[in-house]
């Protein structure tokens, strides 16, 4: 995978916090009332405000916004065949799961932002792990002849990579855009995972479009029933796939109004009437598909960190400081800034577990040596392991790319954060990705309902199992 070269400006990094309102809670209409009611009787007026609730109602910055949606959430994982746990570990709904009833449950459209496809077995090796995989694909292929599927992808350089979406186009099971980044942005992938049905249920997650995925590699992602609310949220990151897809599309310097967004990091949604003390909120990859409103990925994870008090967990697939794809690479060390201070200045514990496999770059282990070098100044606050699925059958060693801790995600005592990304420099500056934000309410306790609880309990699992080995400093 060839990612390419050109970045942007620091400033545009952050790009993507909602804008203060002027009047707060007040609409103008509703300001000028309260102005013309005070004239009128010379008395100072309080004002109560009912906002009719809608899909969420709007809130000043730093407020919340109030679904009315159910909303369930649901973590969703791939645990690779071979890959065991002791009693009692944390278990949740498999991706093929996940997958099968957003597929079955929709009945007008189905929505997917994808990397590549190969959901069949001959797209990559015969195995009969591929099984679920060609599941999904045959029911995509039944389910588009009653309803619409969409699918934006990836303009892959292996045409193996989009033979899956070819043979669905031409059956007139889905209609299919293709996004060309390097004549969009002069670089970059889209390296989204996201599947969306009927603008009510959605998965974002680290499992790409690939049989591999639901089998043989480990996987965390989210599934969110029941909520309009934050589906048409998502639904328009999607639209901007699908503008962006169209022949001759180019990135406008300013997004349409209708795909701005009023949910974002200073203004999340709370899952009142689910019952829940937490609030969501979606944040996106790369800055130029920031419409108004939107968070971006690198702000969202700046946050999360510098906001952690207690502990930040992270485990995702790749860790660098640096870009890894760009013609001329540079030291991208935002992230990496942000831990140390966290443990230095605040005390924070910070674990830090990339995965190893037969792919990886050593030069990770060197960045990763130098982060943990700190700890002995941070009374050890920095922990390093590595995370290494095992090959366990010649079958398995056959299969490429495939036995491999995918997961992305983040967790703090009060946020999770679950996303397609993995953690370089290219995947915040022209890589197309998404993260879905869940945060406890603030002054709530938590309970095991939480999904950063759980995420934590999941992290915990991986952390102490033998799969999880620290880094040792001395290693070459």
């Known amino acids: 995978m060839k990612i390419g070269k050109d970045g942007v400006s620091k400033e545009e990094y952050t790009k993507g916090k909602s804008l203060k309102s002027r009047f707060g809670k007040f609409s103008a209409k509703e300001f000028y009332f309260l102005v013309f009611i005070v004239i009128l009787t010379s008395v100072s007026v309080v004002a109560v405000v009912v906002l009719t609730p809608t899909e969420h109602n709007e809130a000043s910055n730093n407020e919340v916004s109030i679904c009315y949606d159910k909303c369930r959430l649901t973590l969703v994982e791939t645990i690779p065949e071979n890959l065991t746990y002791p009693h009692g570990s944390p278990v949740h709904m498999d991706t093929y799961d996940s997958w099968s009833k957003l597929i079955d449950g929709a009945s007008e459209r189905i929505d997917i932002g994808s990397f590549y496809w190969t959901m069949r077995q001959e797209d990559v090796v015969e195995d009969p792990s591929a099984w679920k995989g060609e599941a999904i694909f045959q029911k995509l292929l039944d389910a588009g002849s009653t309803i619409d599927i969409r699918i934006a992808q990836n303009n892959n350089t292996d045409p193996m990579m989009m033979k899956d979406t070819e043979i669905l186009a031409s059956k007139g099971a889905a209609s299919v855009r293709t996004l060309d980044f390097p004549r969009l942005l002069g670089a970059g992938i889209i390296h989204t995972k996201l599947m969306m049905a009927d603008t009510s249920a959605f998965y974002v997650g680290s499992a790409n479009f690939d049989w591999r995925a639901l089998t043989q590699v480990k996987e965390l992602g989210i599934m969110v029933s029941d909520c309009p609310c934050m589906a048409k949220d998502l639904q328009k990151i999607f639209d901007v796939y699908w503008i962006l897809g169209e022949e001759g599309a180019v990135v406008p310097s300013e997004w349409p109004a209708e795909l701005s967004t009023e949910i974002n990091m200073d203004n999340p949604v709370a899952l009142a009437d689910a019952g829940l003390n937490e609030t969501m909120y979606i944040s996106v990859a790369p800055p130029a598909f920031l419409p108004d409103g939107r968070t971006s990925d690198l702000a969202a994870v700046l946050n999360i960190i510098d906001s952690a008090e207690e502990f930040i967990y992270i485990s995702v697939m790749d860790y660098f400081p640096t870009t890894l794809y760009q013609e001329h690479n540079i030291y991208w060390p935002l992230i990496d800034d942000s831990l140390r201070a966290a443990a230095f200045e605040r005390g924070v514990q910070v674990r830090l577990m990339p995965s ?106 991986d952390w102490n199992s033998p799969y999880a080995k620290f880094l040792n400093l001395t290693e070459s």
């Open 356 to 461: 190893w496999w037969r792919y990886s770059s050593n030069n990770m282990k060197a960045y990763l040596k130098s982060l943990e070098s700190i700890s002995s100044a941070v009374d050890d606050k920095v922990q390093v392991k590595l995370f290494e699925v095992p090959i366990v059958t010649p079958e398995q060693a056959s299969i490429p790319y495939s036995r491999v801790n995918h997961n992305k995600y983040m967790v703090t005592e009060k946020t999770a954060l679950i996303t397609t990304s993995n953690w370089s420099g290219d995947y915040f500056i022209n890589t197309a990705g998404v993260s879905v934000i869940v945060s406890q309410t603030e002054g709530s306790e938590p309970t095991e309902k939480n999904i950063h609880v759980q995420v934590k309990a999941i992290f915990e699992r």
